[in-house]
């Protein structure tokens, strides 16, 4: 895309955030298919692609149609960075992004992913290499607030990220430590927005297209990202342009059963084809379970905190509100095998394992 303007291309957009697991290749057309204008791969790490790992090419496809996709990076070496950026374009990426994000140990102790964020002056150079290396697709980088409430240096990282030539920024507005404990503070993201002179891209806690609107406002950016908003609803890039959709459980349904078709179509539908297909519905599941609708006094629930749908007005509503495995598994089994959804033939939870979910959940 030569000549483009990024500022264009990102204004009013809703992002589908880069998303390990989640941004596989069919949940991208899916969001393709309910609007999404931009779409951002899985983080694939530079060393892997230089090993010329076969799983770490698969995450950097394009897939035919897809409008404008970006491939993330993680590393630490500026070379390295800058020569699978080169890869990634000349594979058709559209934009290049580093992850200054990743929170889990096994990276950052390798000073991956959020312990970049700790080194403002190596995130210049990683982009510096990252610029000389592409011909004409935009370089971004993804930025956390901080590594914690001690050390919220984003404003240095976004400095040293546009010094280094970055094109545009996406802000998550929580800090490494904080993970998901707290809502993602919008007036930081604004403080960034009013700092650099490339666009930025908030992101943080959107479900609904208040949250949008509410951002938007709050912040300055000139658009927004959504993670864990368009796993647990696909269709809000939907919602982005034609407000809120009240769906019934027959509607999600049938948005579900396109993923499997287009999870199928890239997977196959052979054996070995249904294993992947039915691995990821089942994780797609424990995302989709937690939608709840638009509460009966207007106002919307949010991401930060689990509430129980009390508006259910169908079996099947009720039954794809279930946290339950046994639950996920039964939606999962008639999804991928393309059977009928009877809610009074699903399993009843079982209870011990739901004791073991609890527990992981408050020690992960
Ligand atoms: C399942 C999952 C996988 C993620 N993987 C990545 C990733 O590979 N790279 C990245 O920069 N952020 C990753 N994130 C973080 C999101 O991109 C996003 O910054 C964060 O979830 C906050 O947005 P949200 O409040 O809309 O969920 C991931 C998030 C989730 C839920």
Redesign the pocket.
């Known amino acids: 895309m030569l000549g483009m303007d990024l500022r264009e291309v990102l204004t009013g957009a809703v992002v589908m ?7 596989n290749l069919p949940y991208r057309r899916l969001c393709v298919e309910m609007g999404a204008r931009i779409t ?4 694939t790490v530079a060393r892997r692609l230089k090993q010329r790992k076969k799983g770490e090419f698969a995450l950097i496809r394009k897939f035919e149609g897809e409008p404008f996709f970006g491939v ?1 990076l ?1 590393g630490t070496n500026p070379e390295e960075i800058g020569w699978a950026a080169a890869l990634v374009e000349s594979r058709g990426a559209d934009l290049v ?1 580093l ?4 929170p889990i140990d096994h990276f950052t102790h390798k000073g991956i ?1 959020a312990a970049l964020g700790r080194q403002p002056a190596r995130i210049r150079r990683i982009v510096e290499c990252m610029k000389k290396s592409v011909t004409k697709i935009p370089v971004t980088v ?1 930025l ?1 607030l901080g590594w914690n409430d001690e050390m919220r240096n984003v404003l240095d990282q976004a400095k040293a990220a546009v010094d280094g030539g970055a094109d545009a920024l ?1 802000v ?3 800090t490494r430590n904080a993970r ?1 404990r707290f809502a ?1 503070d919008w007036d930081a993201i604004g403080t960034v927005v009013a700092a650099v002179s490339v666009p930025v891209v908030g ?5 609904f297209p208040r949250d949008i609107a509410e951002a938007k406002a709050r912040s300055g950016c000139a658009a927004v ?7 647990i609803k696909p269709w809000l890039f939907r919602e982005a342009s034609e407000g809120y959709l009240d769906l019934s459980g027959e509607d999600r349904v049938a948005i579900y059963r396109r993923y499997i078709a287009l999870a199928k179509e890239h997977w196959g539908a052979d054996a070995h084809g249904l294993e992947r297909v039915t691995q990821f519905t089942r994780w797609h599941t424990d ?1 989709w379970y937690r939608y709840v609708r638009q509460r009966p006094d207007g106002t919307f629930p949010g ?1 930060q905190t689990r509430e129980q749908d009390l508006n259910l007005r169908s079996p099947l509503e009720a039954f794809l509100a279930r946290p339950d495995g046994a639950a996920h598994d039964y939606l999962t089994e008639c999804l991928v095998h393309d059977r009928e959804i009877d809610p009074a033939q699903a399993p009843e939870p079982v209870v011990v394992e739901s004791r073991e979910r609890e527990l992981v959940e408050t020690e992960g």
Do not use: W
């Open positions: 955030a880069p998303m390990t697991k989640g941004s951002i791969s899985e983080m993330q993680a992004d992850n200054c994000g990743c992913g993804k956390r996406f998550h507005g929580r998901y993602a992101n943080g806690d959107v479900l990202m959504s993670a864990r908003g368009v796993l995302f991401l």
